[in-house]
């Protein structure tokens, strides 16, 4: 009886001290949900459909396809097309730009670019900047062929490494009518030069030397080696660029593992194509897409905004920055509260009409 009790009694200890623990675990890790953060919105105004095509390449791409419940039968509706942060999926800030537009009567088209998520591509996150342009204009093509979408009136978003594939491919797709860009990151410029042009030109060429000796290694048959990408633990010595990413993909404020994938490899590129990004300038001749209008957004505190200052003096007129008070990089995925729906809304609205 003795025995028995004690044994009651060490056992109820251990679930308490295991329950404390937990929930320190949960305190130091949980996720910064501040300014209205929900990246995973859900709204009874739309509908969502999942949709399939093909780009030029003959490789699948994946989207979820947003439409206005109130849709009226033989009414043609403006189209956007959404593109989602360098290494995420739709599910991961697309989706929630994709509701929230279609919300205010635009179809919209969250896509997954190829190589990530449910669009095609093998290895999966391969670094391919030409084929990802693609897509959108693949997508164009799509909205394109929908009897309840105006394919006059087509716009797309990118949000961070989308916001520059998106102008690459706006550059030779006049069809893209209007573009818009959140928190955008330049990929070629940031592979080749870092934050600030912080990078060296020997650091570039040891990353192209990494990348080809990679690139040999999974010739002959070794294992795929991935760039770190998110951090999938923080400590002392943890930037706070890294610990601003960790909040939203290592968190349940932002990460989400399509089916199949490793939960611990969502954002890390393949190191044996990162190189291809070298060869990337979606800015060059950026201020051939006037008349098209065109407009940056970026936080006022974003470690990116560089990118969006670049683009904004690069391009011609029509063109607009704005800068959000108070916001930095990732707060524009998912802060609903931060992120300027009206300047958004008002930008597609006048130029989709």
């Known amino acids: 009886m003795k025995n028995t009790f004690m044994t009651h009694k060490i056992r109820t200890l251990t679930t308490v001290v295991i329950s404390l623990f937990l929930s320190v675990i949960t ?3 949980g996720a910064d949900m501040s300014n209205g953060a929900d990246n995973f919105y859900k709204s009874d105004k739309v509908t969502l459909k999942k949709v399939e095509f093909n780009n030029q390449y003959k490789m699948k791409v994946a989207g979820n396809l947003f439409i206005p419940k109130d849709q009226k039968q033989g009414i043609k509706y403006p189209a956007i097309i959404v593109g989602h942060p360098m290494g995420a999926v739709k599910e991961q800030s697309s989706n ?14 969250a896509i997954d670019l190829s190589f990530w998520g449910e669009s095609e591509g093998k290895p999966g996150h391969l670094v391919a900047p030409e084929i990802y342009s693609d897509d959108f204009s693949a997508a164009v093509d799509f909205l394109s062929t929908q009897s309840f979408v105006d394919k006059e009136r087509i716009g797309v978003l990118g949000i961070c490494g989308s916001g520059s ?3 690459s ?10 573009i818009a860009t959140v928190s955008m990151y330049d990929m070629g410029a940031a592979v080749r030069n870092g934050l600030r042009k912080s990078t060296t030109l020997e650091q570039r060429r040891e990353i192209i030397k990494s990348a080809i000796e990679q690139r040999f290694v999974e010739f002959t048959g070794g294992e795929i080696q991935y760039v770190p990408g998110t951090v999938n633990k923080l400590d002392e010595n943890t930037n706070p660029i890294q610990r601003e990413f960790y909040d939203f993909y290592r968190t349940a404020r932002g990460a989400y593992a399509p089916k199949g994938e490793l939960p611990e490899l969502t954002t890390k590129p ?3 194509s990162i190189s291809k990004f070298m060869n990337f300038y979606p800015f060059n001749d950026i201020d051939t897409i006037s008349p098209r209008p065109m407009m940056f957004i970026a936080g006022e505190e974003a470690h990116s905004i560089e990118f969006s200052q670049d683009a904004y003096k690069r391009a011609a007129e029509p063109k607009e920055l704005v800068l959000v008070k108070g916001a930095g990089h990732v707060d524009l995925y998912d802060r609903v509260n931060l ?6 809304t008002s930008f597609f609205t006048k130029n989709l009409k």
């Open 270 to 272: 393949m190191l044996s």
């Open 169 to 178: 491919a706006a550059k030779i797709d006049p069809r893209m009518k209007a």
């Open 165 to 167: 594939f998106a102008i």
């Open 27 to 29: 305190n130091a890790l």
């Open 96 to 109: 929630l730009y994709a509701t929230k537009l279609a919300e205010h009567g635009f179809v919209t088209l």
């Open 339 to 344: 992120i300027p729906w009206n300047k958004l």
